[in-house]
């Protein structure tokens, strides 16, 4: 598409997501078995045929590096132009250290680079959305409709955690913003924003002299006013990934065949970074229903309602029901696992094999220590967690190395041991004075004081 410029936002903001992104960025998330988040737009601009794309980084950022790449993916890797990678260098504020505060600010970082764009229009987006969109309609809209600025909205009234939303009229101008309300009213913003290079120019710079930072504050709001803001509804599958249940309902809505065939059409393919797997292996006493199982699985036991990324191995015997492991996830034999998003493949093997010498512990102490001693066997099963992690870890590492952690897990294991312990002491103390415990159990606790 010539004329068109893209730029996608790919820095920390609200920690929604939590742990998904405590070691990425919000754009590098994986999603839908094969893909991570930033492919979507990524995509939607190669397809519509955008040759040039800036993302401005900030924060952890590493591993959204080592997928985008060169961009050779999205046939962006080119001499002049092409994919351009922003990381906070280019921003003079304290070298690039403090967070963007908003996309005004993060564009005033890289402003000598919106002076190098050669195409009449840009348009903005977050990394965050998963959306099959064909972004040449919206130029074409924009066009006809000689707006300043277009903005890409949806009518649908699920509400979304710090999003923006509009009140438009007939004739498809939008009249009101409103940022992070308490509950949906109007037409969500997607975040994605269609103006032109000299318009977004001079916004910048008169946001950087008032020390305005906000582009849906300072620009949508504050100046809807002066500017001619239009509406470009769209009525097809969009996720905005603010939170982890967000994340986890989306991805679940992938098992949907229309959602699916929507959000991975032909007309428009969605590209990803090739892994180069082998097929997956799917035992013949195995199980697998409503799920999308990537390239390079092994199932030897029973998978439903899930997604499995490349690499997944679910051991003989184990239950996998509407969960979504990322890559390389190990689940061994017999296990049972219920709707878990795993973050790192080893992450789970180390919680089951600490769970595992933690119950071993309890049955073999638990005779010697009850009643007002139940904080000692408390400390002993976290110490044992710890113990059983350090194990697992030295053998899947191949070195002892890992052992010198033990000084230090030992006494964070005695202290949250023996706070758990007294917490649940106290708690069987009072549900036996109110009568709440099996008779039994309750001549017991009177026994031991």
């Known amino acids: 598409m010539n004329g068109l410029h893209g730029i996608i936002f790919a820095y920390e903001k609200a920690p929604g997501l939590r742990e998904l992104t405590e070691a990425r960025m919000p754009g590098s998330v994986p999603f839908g078995g094969r893909y991570r988040v930033v492919d979507f737009m990524l995509s939607n601009m190669a397809g519509a045929g955008i040759t040039d794309v800036g993302v ?252 499995l990324f490349p690499g997944v191995k679910v051991g003989k015997g184990s239950q996998v029901k509407n969960c979504i492991l990322f890559k390389n996830t190990v689940v061994e034999d017999g296990v049972t696992l219920g709707c878990v998003i795993t973050g790192q493949g080893m992450a789970l093997l180390y919680s089951l094999t600490g769970g595992l010498f933690a119950y071993i512990g309890m049955l073999a102490l638990r005779r010697w220590f009850s009643g007002r001693r139940l904080w000692i066997l408390s400390v002993f099963c976290a110490m044992a967690h710890n113990f059983g992690q350090l194990c697992a870890a030295a053998l899947i590492a191949r070195t002892r190395t890992v052992w010198y952690y033990l000084p230090v897990l030992l006494p964070a294991a005695i202290l949250a041991g023996a706070l758990t312990g007294l917490c649940t002491q106290l708690l069987l103390q009072r549900l036996g004075r109110a009568g709440l415990l099996p008779a039994d159990k309750k001549q017991e606790e009177e026994a031991n004081g």
């Not at 505060?101 to 993060?106: F, I, L, Q």
């Not at 965050?128 to 649908?156: F, M, R, W, Y």
């Open 56 to 307: 401005v980084l900030h924060g952890n950022y590493q591993s959204l590096l080592d997928h985008i790449g060169s961009g050779k993916t999205w046939d962006m890797a080119r001499k002049n132009g092409g994919l351009k990678l922003l990381p906070p260098f280019a921003d003079a504020r304290k070298f690039g250290v403090e967070e963007f505060r908003g996309k005004m600010e993060a564009l005033s970082g890289v402003r000598s680079y919106l002076h190098e764009i050669r195409q009449k229009y840009v348009v903005l987006s977050d990394s965050d959305l998963i959306i099959n969109l064909p972004l040449q309609k919206v130029l074409d809209a924009h066009i006809e409709s000689g707006a300043d600025i277009t903005c890409v909205c949806t009518e649908s009234g699920q509400f979304v955690e710090n999003a923006t939303y509009f009140t438009v009229n007939e004739a498809g101008r939008i009249t009101e913003t409103r940022c992070a309300p308490h509950k949906a009213s109007g037409c969500r913003s997607l975040e994605i924003y269609l103006l032109s290079r000299d318009l977004l120019i001079s916004l910048v710079d008169e946001c950087a002299a008032q020390d305005k930072y906000s582009f849906r504050s300072d620009v949508l709001c504050a100046m809807g006013d002066k500017l001619d803001l239009r509406a470009f509804l769209w009525d097809g599958f969009a996720a905005q990934l603010r939170t982890v249940q967000e994340y986890y309902e989306r991805s679940m809505q992938l098992l949907d065949p229309a959602i699916r065939s929507e959000l991975l059409c032909a007309e428009r393919p969605i590209l990803a970074k090739e892994d180069d797997e082998a097929a997956s292996y799917i035992a013949p006493d195995s199980r697998c229903v409503n799920s999308l199982i990537a390239d390079g699985c092994q199932i030897e036991g029973d998978v439903e309602g899930s997604i």
